[in-house]
């Protein structure tokens, strides 16, 4: 069970295996979900799929960043913020200091220096990509020992933006 929140809506979403592939229940409502074709696409979380739901084909594009989901379809690009998720907890505790482009895009804001101490959720870098600013953010506390962000240029999906070398406690 994941909580997934788009402006004022959060609705909880569940996927379980069914009859020739998934049942998605998002609050009361169940749809029927077959995946026809799942591929990585263009950088580490991010997979280009081509989904029917309830009878009608969609081809989407999801990239997973820190505490988001964005899924581009029909021309559109919707960010989902990860309001609780069980999965999320259990994977933060291998979180890593690597800041990394989800699709390519273009570098519109670096919020952060190298050498910067930054917090856990910092805000370090602002990404445009798919008509979209996203907002990538430190998973980790600790300082920028690297920073390959440059306001105003283009990166590819997977590229390194800047890495976090944790806190010594």
């Not at 998720?85 to 273009?106: E, H, N, Q, T, Y």
Request: glycine fraction near 12%; charge should be negative; avoid cysteine.
């Amino acid at each position: 069970m994941i909580a997934l929140r788009h402006g004022a809506v959060t609705a909880e979403v569940a996927l379980r295996d069914g009859a020739g592939g998934l049942a998605a229940h998002i609050d009361d409502r169940r749809l029927d979900v077959t995946v026809l074709t799942r591929t990585p696409a263009g950088g580490a979380g991010v997979e280009s799929l081509t989904l029917v739901v309830d009878g009608v084909v969609h081809d989407t594009t999801i990239a997973r960043i820190a505490g988001a989901v964005l899924v581009a379809i029909g021309g559109h690009a919707i960010r989902l913020d990860v309001v609780d998720d069980v999965r999320a907890d259990a994977a933060r505790v291998g979180a890593s200091g690597l800041v990394i482009a989800p699709m390519p895009g273009k570098v519109v804001t670096v919020l952060v220096a190298a050498g910067d101490v930054v917090s856990e959720g910092q805000p370090l870098v602002v990404l445009e990509a798919m008509k979209m600013e996203t907002t990538l953010a430190a998973e980790i506390a600790g300082t920028v020992v690297r920073l390959e962000a440059i306001a105003g240029a283009t990166v590819d999906g997977g590229a390194v933006l800047a890495e976090i070398r944790p806190d010594s406690t």
